[in-house]
């Protein structure tokens, strides 16, 4: 009677065996490589995940530096030079210091300047009342309001103050992650350097903006014309600085008659 239940299991022990030898001989010959360097470049590395570099994530960016040299390794703002210094000396290249680089909100129709036209009821978010009609707000390019922005920096950068996100530029690393967060896409990425910026990204023409909000650009063309270094152009009826020329005179800055040119040169980020 014992034979008839021995049998089996001796069999399914058997097999048991069978195919751990197998998974183990199959370890050996089909185990991925680990790249040393990948994992030391990884490590040195912030793991912010935020894509500011150009790549997928940390990474991505670990193993484009350790596998093609051609690829920068001052690419990391989060990280900022000090990240980018751990990074040469692991993979032995010459050191490149980081452009530092901040948040700016090309927005300032505070409570005082603008106003809300409807009373949202549903998720309170950015997101989730842009995707009803378009925006509470007057101005269908105006900041929400909700704070995405806000919850998605893990840097504690950004608030809001009067209805408006605000970056401390002291806290900002430049990372993006809040870029990709705003639905009215009023967020862009600039350069330490860079500090005359223009609070306002509405598409109306002058008359309406000026009429929904004290604070937005009525595409006069003054600063354009004011600039002696070609920096400012009228694009989609709103004033556009090119960091790249900018030199940061505060020229335009008085000329504006709305007072949406502004200067942050006392706060600039530093990296």
Do not use: W
């Not at 690393?173 to 860079?194: D, E, M, R």
């Not at 006069?220 to 030199?247: G, H, L, M, Q, W």
């Amino acid at each position: 009677m014992m034979e008839q239940y021995l049998f089996p299991i001796l069999i399914v022990t058997g097999i048991g065996l069978l195919a751990g030898v197998i998974l183990t001989v199959a370890s050996k010959f089909m185990a991925v490589k680990v790249n040393d360097a990948v994992a030391k470049v990884r490590d040195v590395l912030p793991g912010a995940n935020c894509g500011a570099c150009g790549y997928a994530g940390c990474d991505d960016y670990a193993a484009a530096l350790a596998t093609d040299h051609t690829v920068k390794a001052n690419l990391c703002t989060p990280g900022g030079s000090s990240a980018a210094l751990a990074v040469s000396k692991v993979l032995g290249i010459k050191f490149e210091s980081v452009e530092g680089k901040y948040a700016i909100i090309k927005c300032f129709g505070t409570f005082d300047k603008t106003r809300y036209i409807m009373d949202f009821k549903g998720i309170q978010s950015c997101n989730a009342n842009k995707m009803f009609y378009r925006g509470r707000g007057a101005c269908s390019r105006a900041c929400l309001g909700y704070g995405d922005c806000v919850k998605a920096c893990g840097y504690g950068a950004i608030s809001l103050v009067n209805g408006v996100a605000v970056v401390d530029k002291r806290k900002c690393v430049g990372c993006s992650v809040c870029v990709k967060k705003c639905p009215n896409h009023l967020i862009s990425i600039v350069p330490s350097g860079s500090t005359t910026y223009v609070g306002c990204s509405s598409p109306d023409n002058g008359a309406r903006t000026h009429k929904i909000c004290k604070a937005g650009c009525i595409a006069c063309r003054k600063c354009e014309k004011v600039c002696k270094f070609d920096a400012i152009s009228i694009s989609n009826n709103t004033a556009v600085i090119d960091p790249a020329k900018c030199r940061n005179c505060g020229m335009c800055i008085k000329e504006c008659p709305v007072g949406i040119i502004k200067s942050n040169k006392k706060k600039a980020a530093k990296n």
